[in-house]
């Protein structure tokens, strides 16, 4: 498929009005890289995503001065990634966007799951990230990643965000989740439906009748709610801003804390900017840019690559930060 340039004014799709960002404005970025330290679920390589996304995207414009990075691995409190300090930079990175503007967002860490109460989770789950102090601070959910960092963009400014970590398939909760075909996902009721049917027949076989009655209830409610979670998330979370984020696997999946060339690494993170070295100043489209992360993960990790946007996209278009 050839690729395409990005088109000019205001678009529509599916009655909902955007528009791509020409990304000739501001550039500013956020790093966040944590290893939780001496903790025993330490990481090792959050540090060095952040050093070498840091490194990739000042090779394509952008600016030290313009950057905010947190690690655990620094000694100023201020650049310490508490979840204080990360509110307050993830607010510093989208005040004042204007369209044009092109944002950049990077996390490497744990992620996890706490129960939604919204009704726009499929699985009912909300997808989190945790800061180094989560223990005692608690998780950032998706619904408050989406609302600092997403709705307040406006029109025609660009968002990249890049989530290396478990259960990230939808933690900005962008509506529009793409297949390595290019399509718009759609939820597999039916699948959800005959995974739950089948859970039930074995209840019955082991003589639970209760539990196949309580688990055919949950089935249906389950499916029935997954058809209105998608309608309640594109109601809610769309955007007309050009928001993009790529995660390290889906919602039901881990990201590896790997090694590659002897340094540990997010699979994610290395996957990217293997392939964008890859391309160098050739054009790649998003389909292109997804499937390709995806093939370089497939031989040695389990994890899925996805990608999902805040309006729908053509994703034949050239993939840009």
Sequence with gaps: MPVHSRPQGVQSANGQQFQYSQMNGKRKALLIGINYVGSKAALRGCWNDVDNIKRFIMSRGYKEEDMVVLTDASRDPRSIPTRQNITAAMHWLVRGAQPGDALFFEYSGHGGQAK????????????????VDYASAGQMEDDELHSIMVRPLPMGCRLTAIFDSCHSGT????PYVYSTSGKIKEPNVVAEVGKG????????????????????????????????????????KSSPADVVMFSGCKDSQTSADAVEAGKATGAMSWAFITVMQQVGNSQISYVQLLNACRDELAAKYSQKPQMSSSHPIDLNMAFSI
């Design 197 to 236: 049917l089948m859970g039930a027949a074995m209840n019955y076989a082991r003589g639970d009748v209760g539990g196949m009655l309580k688990g055919l209830m949950g089935t249906f409610t389950e499916a029935k709610n997954s058809e209105s979670a998608e309608d309640i998330t594109k109601r809610t």
């Design 116 to 131: 939604a109460t919204q009704g726009d989770e499929a699985d009912g789950m909300n997808e989190t990230i945790l800061p």
């Design 171 to 174: 933690v900005l909760d962008l």
